[in-house]
């Protein structure tokens, strides 16, 4: 069992793929794959001090649809390839190219 626990904190450790693509057509994750920018109302974003590695936190609100009634998405990653701010300068950029609202920041301890 040791083993296995051991095998998998690596697996994450070593874990490269891309979990966050934010470009012209909207943002994708692994989890919710292709998020349209025209799908998005606003967002916000969070991050969380911690002793091990910090935590960030990209929430976004989906517009209503007949289909989809108060649909949040709460996208929770760390340990990216490029700082945090500059990730959220880009998604503010197409965020107020699509009149999405920016609902700020916040830091948690």
Sequence with gaps: MFI????????????????????????????????????????STTIC???????????????????????ELKIRYRRMDKDFEEVRQIISYYAAKHNIQDLGHENEI
């Design 49 to 71: 001090k911690m002793k091990e590695g910090d935590i960030y936190y990209l929430k976004i609100r989906l517009k209503d649809t007949e289909d989809r009634l108060d649909k």
């Design 4 to 43: 296995g626990v051991m095998g998998l904190c690596l697996f994450y450790y070593f874990d490269k793929r891309v979990k966050l693509k934010v470009d012209k057509d909207g943002i994708w994750t692994v989890k919710y794959k292709e998020t349209l920018w025209d799908d998005i109302g606003y967002f």
